[in-house]
């Protein structure tokens, strides 16, 4: 009956349930301590009667010529087991403190005995390496007194033979920057045998058992500030030592008390930071922590230091659960392996956690452990080594484990080593593998159909955050293939799409592209064309057209009014993806030539003042486009690429203006630039159009780190978010740079992107209802974007404005979809009422002409409309009697009941009513 009274007792203490107590099937002996040779015969006997599971050894000799024997026990104790955490426990570092070197003998006795029916021995044998040492000073235990609590006078038996305090002994962080340089120290054979051992063996965890008091107590031991200075001395992991020392003291059935301990120390929740108790200089926890992967806490396990023989059961069952909950804890954190990308594993790549400052490395096997305590939030790690590229990876850790990241590390690219020509079927394929093994950074769409074959125009999102537009990061496309039988473009964005998804873990600078731009690769913008032409044409038409025998390419809305013919289904998906997406940069890759294309590609009509001038407002900058790609092209930028073909064919560098080059209506690149924010050239990337398969490969060679830079430019010159004063997100407003005649605005969140050279500017951000505002911005020369953000005041008067800036503010709340006749753009849809457009016939830069279109026959529509233009022409006369003028640059079409024209007399006889006013 008592002996049930005392297992119940027992188990209600412990808080897990599968235990093997202290009973005699564990095989322990409790009733004395152990000697030097009695603990070694023990060990060897351990190591015969589990051979598979224990180690004897030692790291070295005493002063006297003692072994420093450790007992290793381990699952194929043996055998080179990556992957398992190494744990060592230390104990009698101080001779005359003897608990902790009894404990160490009684918990390898305890796991070996019991670890065929006991689950949860059998897991810690499983899962780490454990190392325990019973003393590190045999020398001072074999001269200590039983039963005598404080140290023998001159400190015999706490100290070494030679007089030396083993644990004020190692190396401290701190000796340089102490008065005089810090102590001298004389490293003792011990302090030299475990320093060894320590940076020589991969230890995640450890413990250091002491005597003297009972608290479990935490790095640093020492302080900048000297001995005793009562200061806490926080390591970086303080979190992580803070739940090592609770997690002992938690389950150690009396340390976790607060109360006064052993007559003078008071400890809350039974732990402490070391040198907040008292400065340790030297000690042997700060220089696991410092001098290796290693994280040490000391544990003082009695307020005697050593106690009489008949305690030992008594502190067993007082610290067991807390060794076994200790040592479990090795199994918290991140923990995985770090290889090339041939498999291979790789030593010494540094693992460091965002936030805090103590990296881990990787052993032989290219295994790490990272102990972290878990969060809510992900960790950022970053792993690293010299001549390989770094890899910052998110990870989520729970609270009560651990989770295997495995990550590879590359010297060089992963590089594509598919090369073919794709029709239709295959490139679909192609890109749908794509999505399907990279879905955390894909997303694979259609922007529409092609015009006969009904083919999709696939598109593959590559983006950290695919599906979603992030604010103030800019989104970039390649289009290719617009022309069917021009295919150098089309296998290309293939291959780009295999280089980042590949690359994306490995590569510092791909991870950096992906994570900083939202990318959209349209491989075929004429798919029906594509299917109809062959290989090896060079310069011939066959699949040129789409499948209604128009060219592409010259059937967008002309700035110059000319007849582009009816849109077709491509042009039109084409202008509503770019409706629908805020694209800042762009390139459409063709082929025939090699050169880098900017706009404008028409020449003005006869008529115009800009007759003989074919540049646009950002003429400079396009250069710079055009340049960034020739120069990093293999041979684009040597300016003379088809001899054979065209040999009168020359290009400055490699980069041509469009209409210098031949004039063109109706171009994809012109009307992105005229309509939408989108900056977008044209690049030529072959004298053949149709190539041999077998020339891929050179082609991706050529054109690899072009494609790559020109994705960088998108992030040259300004960015930002525009706001109301109270914060208030403004989509729409007009961002000018005061002698650029081409202006952006704001996208639905509100954030914007201007593309400048390097350059000091004046810019101005005007809103309908808002005062303008101005600033002057300096742009450098740099791969990020100078951030300018603006909040604008709301007008409370139309004093509030001077005319410059009256001037300037566009009505963007009735901004509407583009529009425009039926005749130029029979695009619109038929149940179209109302839309609005910039006039690409007017330039100014000073005040922004709209044509207002009416279509279709909705009776409610032109009510809408007419009520509309009623608020607008009050709006406008409210503000400003220049927008009187309005009327005037106003296109009215099919109004046939003169509904608009009778809205105009209204206005101009209220006008003259009320202001007198000859307009």
């Given at each position: 009956m008592l002996i049930i009274k005392v297992l119940l007792s027992v188990c209600l203490l412990l808080p897990h349930t599968t235990l093997s107590l202290s009973l005699p099937n564990d095989d322990i002996n409790f009733d004395h301590y152990h000697h030097q040779d009695e603990m070694k015969q023990l060990f060897n006997d351990l190591e015969t009667r589990y051979p598979n599971l224990t180690r004897v050894n030692s790291i070295g000799k005493s002063a006297d010529g003692l072994d420093l024997l450790y007992l290793e026990l381990s699952t194929d104790v043996s055998a080179d087991t990556p992957g398992k955490p190494r744990v060592k426990l230390v104990a009698n570092m101080h001779g005359d403190e003897t608990i902790g070197r009894e404990l160490m003998i009684y918990l390898a006795q305890h796991l070996l005995n019991t670890y065929n029916s006991d689950t949860r021995s059998q897991a810690i044998l499983t899962n780490n390496r454990l190392f325990l040492m019973p003393s590190l000073n045999p020398d001072g235990f074999e001269v200590s007194q039983e039963g005598r609590c404080t140290s023998l006078p001159g400190y015999k038996g706490r100290e070494t033979h030679n007089a030396i305090d083993l644990n004020r002994n190692f190396p401290d962080q701190f000796d340089a920057i102490r008065k005089g340089g810090g102590e001298k120290r004389v490293f003792a054979k011990e302090t030299q045998a475990m320093m060894e051992w320590i940076t020589n063996t991969k230890f995640t965890m450890s413990a250091n058992f002491h005597g003297g008091s009972e608290v479990a107590s935490y790095p640093f031991d020492s302080s900048p500030d000297g001995p005793r200075s009562g200061a806490i001395s926080k390591a970086p992991d303080d979190e992580f030592f803070k739940l090592m020392a609770h997690t002992y003291a938690n389950a150690h059935k009396t340390m976790h008390v607060t109360e006064l301990k052993c007559g003078d120390s008071y400890f809350v929740g039974g732990v402490t930071n070391g040198a907040q108790w008292y400065d340790v200089p030297g000690g042997m926890q700060d220089f696991n922590y410092i001098e290796s992967d290693c994280m040490e806490i000391t544990m003082e396990l009695t307020c005697c230091k050593y106690p009489n023989?008949?305690?030992?059961?008594?502190?067993?069952?007082?610290?067991?659960?807390?060794?076994l909950q200790f040592v479990e804890l090795?199994?918290?954190?991140?923990?995985?392996?770090?290889?090339?990308?041939?498999?291979?594993?790789?030593?010494?790549?540094?693992?460091?956690?965002?936030?805090?400052?103590?990296?881990?490395?990787?052993?032989?096997?290219?295994?790490?452990?990272?102990?972290?305590?878990?969060?809510?939030?992900?960790?950022?790690?970053?792993?690293?080594?010299?001549?390989?590229?770094?890899?910052?990876?998110?990870?989520?850790?729970?609270?009560?484990?651990?989770?295997?990241?495995?990550?590879?590390?590359?010297?060089?690219?992963?590089?594509?080593?598919?090369?073919?020509?794709?029709?239709?079927?295959?490139?679909?394929?192609?890109?749908?593998?794509?999505?399907?093994?990279?879905?955390?950074?894909?997303?694979?769409?259609?922007?529409?159909?092609?015009?006969?074959?009904?083919?999709?125009?696939?598109?593959?999102?590559?983006?950290?955050?695919?599906?979603?537009?992030?604010?103030?990061?800019?989104?970039?496309?390649?289009?290719?293939?617009?022309?069917?039988?021009e295919v150098v473009g089309r296998e290309l964005l293939i291959n780009l799409m295999d280089y980042l998804l590949e690359n994306y873990k490995t590569s510092a600078d791909v991870r950096r592209m992906v994570d900083n731009t939202r990318i959209h690769l349209m491989p075929s913008m004429n798919p029906d064309g594509r299917e109809i032409a062959g290989e090896g044409d060079a310069t011939g038409l066959q699949g040129r057209t789409n499948g209604k025998s128009v060219d592409l390419n010259r059937n967008f809305p002309d700035h110059y009014g000319k007849h582009s013919g009816t849109p077709q289904p491509e042009?039109?998906?084409?202008?509503?993806?770019?409706?629908?997406?805020?694209?800042?940069?762009?390139?459409?890759?063709?082929?025939?030539?090699?050169?880098?294309?900017?706009?404008?590609?028409?020449?003005?009509?006869?008529?115009?003042?800009?007759?003989?001038?074919?540049?646009?407002?950002?003429?400079?900058?396009?250069?710079?486009?055009?340049?960034?790609?020739?120069?990093?092209?293999?041979?684009?930028?040597?300016?003379?690429?088809?001899?054979?073909?065209?040999?009168?064919?020359?290009?400055?560098?490699?980069?041509?203006?469009?209409?210098?080059?031949?004039?063109?209506s109706g171009s994809m690149q012109d009307w992105n630039y005229l309509h939408t924010n989108c900056f977008e050239i044209t690049l030529e990337l072959g004298c053949i159009k149709f190539p041999y398969q077998r020339e891929l490969p050179r082609y991706w060679r050529d054109n690899k780190l072009a494609l790559l830079n020109y994705i960088d430019q998108v992030h040259r010159g300004i960015s930002g978010v525009v706001r109301s004063a109270d914060d208030k997100i403004l989509n729409g407003a007009i961002i000018q740079v005061e002698g650029v005649d081409h202006n952006v605005t704001s996208a639905q969140d509100g954030d914007y992107w201007r593309l400048l050279l390097p350059g000091t500017y004046d810019v101005v951000a005007h809103m309908t209802g808002y005062k303008s505002k101005r600033v002057q911005v300096e742009v450098a020369d740099q791969s990020s974007p100078t951030i300018v953000d603006f909040h604008l005041s709301p007008l409370s008067s139309a004093a509030d404005v001077d005319d410059e800036e009256v001037e300037l503010i566009t009505p963007s709340p009735l901004q509407m979809d583009e529009v425009i006749d039926e005749d130029r753009y029979p695009h619109m849809s038929d149940d179209?009422?109302?839309?609005?457009?910039?006039?690409?016939?007017?330039?100014?830069?000073?005040?922004?002409?709209?044509?207002?279109?009416?279509?279709?026959?909705?009776?409610?529509?032109?009510?809408?409309?007419?009520?509309?233009?009623?608020?607008?022409?009050?709006?406008?006369?409210?503000?400003?009697?220049?927008?009187?003028?309005?009327?005037?640059?106003?296109?009215?079409?099919?109004?046939?009941?003169?509904?608009?024209?009778?809205?105009?007399?209204?206005?101009h006889d209220e006008q003259s009513d009320d202001d007198n006013d000859d307009e």
């Open positions: 023989a008949s305690e030992l059961h008594n502190e067993w069952l007082k610290n067991k659960e807390a060794l090795a199994s918290r954190g991140v923990r995985g392996f770090v290889t090339d990308t041939n498999g291979e594993p790789l030593q010494d790549v540094m693992v460091e956690v965002e936030g805090i400052d103590k990296s881990v490395s990787t052993d032989t096997s290219g295994d790490y452990y990272r102990l972290l305590t878990g969060d809510d939030s992900p960790y950022n790690i970053l792993f690293s080594k010299p001549g390989y590229e770094s890899l910052k990876v998110v990870v989520k850790v729970p609270t009560d484990g651990f989770v295997v990241k495995d990550v590879s590390l590359s010297q060089s690219t992963i590089e594509p080593i598919e090369f073919l020509h794709h029709n239709h079927s295959s490139m679909i394929a192609k890109m749908e593998d794509l999505a399907r093994r990279f879905p955390d950074i894909t997303r694979l769409y259609s922007v529409g159909k092609s015009a006969v074959g009904g083919r999709d125009l696939w598109v593959l999102e590559i983006s950290d955050n695919p599906g979603v537009h992030e604010v103030g990061e800019p989104e970039f496309k390649y289009v290719a293939n617009m022309h069917g039988n042009t039109k998906a084409i202008m509503e993806w770019l409706k629908e997406y805020p694209f800042v940069l762009s390139a459409n890759l063709h082929g025939g030539s090699l050169v880098a294309n900017y706009p404008y590609d028409e020449y003005a009509p006869y008529n115009s003042k800009k007759r003989n001038d074919p540049t646009c407002p950002d003429d400079d900058l396009f250069k710079q486009l055009a340049h960034v790609y020739s120069n990093s092209h293999a041979t684009m930028h040597n300016g003379h690429p088809c001899v054979k073909l065209y040999p009168r064919e020359h290009f400055d560098e490699g980069i041509t203006n469009g209409a210098e080059w031949y004039s063109v179209s009422n109302y839309v609005w457009t910039r006039d690409p016939t007017k330039k100014s830069n000073s005040f922004p002409f709209y044509v207002i279109a009416l279509v279709g026959f909705s009776i409610i529509g032109v009510m809408l409309l007419l009520a509309g233009l009623r608020a607008l022409f009050k709006h406008f006369r409210s503000k400003s009697a220049e927008y009187g003028r309005l009327n005037d640059q106003t296109i009215y079409q099919d109004d046939e009941n003169n509904a608009v024209e009778n809205l105009k007399t209204e206005y």
